[in-house]
């Protein structure tokens, strides 16, 4: 904290965030003159929690187990990093239609419009990495 007032920050509010299994995470805030009253704090902290939950939601692990295939996550990790089928299917030693084919696949597994909605969801629920 005593660092923080080298660039103005002054006055500081640390909340700790405790789950099931007991301290989990904190929320720091720093400011030149912090406005914090007996009826403002109570309201940060419960927004802390409710922020901190859905974080926990967002980037924890999927509740299902990966419908796609090992071939499929590879085809759409190639996708996220901008290759076309043709690449794709270079780099993997098969054809174009053998990729296409597996895009397919996952845009009908994850109920997906096209490639790029089906690559967008497969990051969004995990399923895939880049």
């Not at 299994?21 to 400011?31: C, V």
Request: hydrophobic share 45%; net charge positive; charged share 20%.
């Amino acid at each position: 904290m005593h660092g923080a007032a080298d660039f103005g920050m002054r006055q500081g509010y640390c909340l700790p965030i405790h789950g099931l299994n007991g301290f989990e995470a904190y929320l720091s805030m720093g400011g030149a003159d912090l406005d914090l009253t007996l009826q403002t704090k109570p309201a940060i902290h419960l927004m802390a929690m409710y922020a901190f939950e859905r974080a926990r939601l967002v980037l924890g692990p999927s509740p299902r187990p990966n419908p796609l295939t090992a071939r499929e996550r590879e085809a759409l990790r190639w996708a996220a990093l901008g290759k076309s089928a043709a690449d794709t299917g270079e780099i993997l030693g098969v054809t174009e239609r053998t990729i296409t084919a597996h895009i397919g696949s996952a845009c009908a597994k994850l109920s997906a419009a096209n490639k790029t909605h089906a690559v967008a969801r497969a990051l969004q629920h995990r399923l895939i990495e880049i």
